[in-house]
């Protein structure tokens, strides 16, 4: 199983850039996680290019294309989805790339709640199919930890192995290429 990991942050230290690579390092032998790394060559998304997108939209599409599923991790920026996922989600509307598309949302701040519900109604509009036991709640903002801080802390650990299995199950209802 093939899963592309989409950070919605594009700091440096991004705890949910941590999350995303944590959960690489946790995947069961069976599941590959890639971490997208094109998020910040994207340019702002204009519907005048979305006939003839530039090499890096298409480059994003292929790769959600290509994987069996979706993981997102995305911080809220004044209750809303950041402008980086936004736009990223912007260049593959006019696609099909999310139609039945299972995508994972690991949420790193339990207290965001208003860009987690706004990033499932964007999924949802887009026909994605979110995996619903593996996408998780995670208390890593505010706790002070890295990546191998997350990958040692017992609970975070935990909770982030159970959604990789969770997904793991959910994948074998779909018809995988
Ligand atoms: C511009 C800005 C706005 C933010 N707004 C919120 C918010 O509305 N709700 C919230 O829970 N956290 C908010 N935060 C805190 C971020 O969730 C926190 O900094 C998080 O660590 C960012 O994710 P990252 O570490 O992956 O970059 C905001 C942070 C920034 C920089």
Known sequence: MKILAICGSLRAASLNAMLLRAAARLAPPDMAILVYEGMA?????????DLTPPATVLDLKAQISAADAVLIASPEYAHGVTGVMKNA??????????????VIV???SPRATHADAALREILGVMSAKILETASVKLPVIGAGLDEDGMLSHPDIAEILKAALLAAKTELQSFPLD
């Open 106 to 108: 690991f949420n790193a």
């Open 41 to 49: 060559a994207l340019p702002l998304f204009n519907p005048d290019l």
């Open 89 to 102: 989600l912007d260049w593959t509307v006019s696609s099909d790339v999310f139609v039945n598309k299972p």
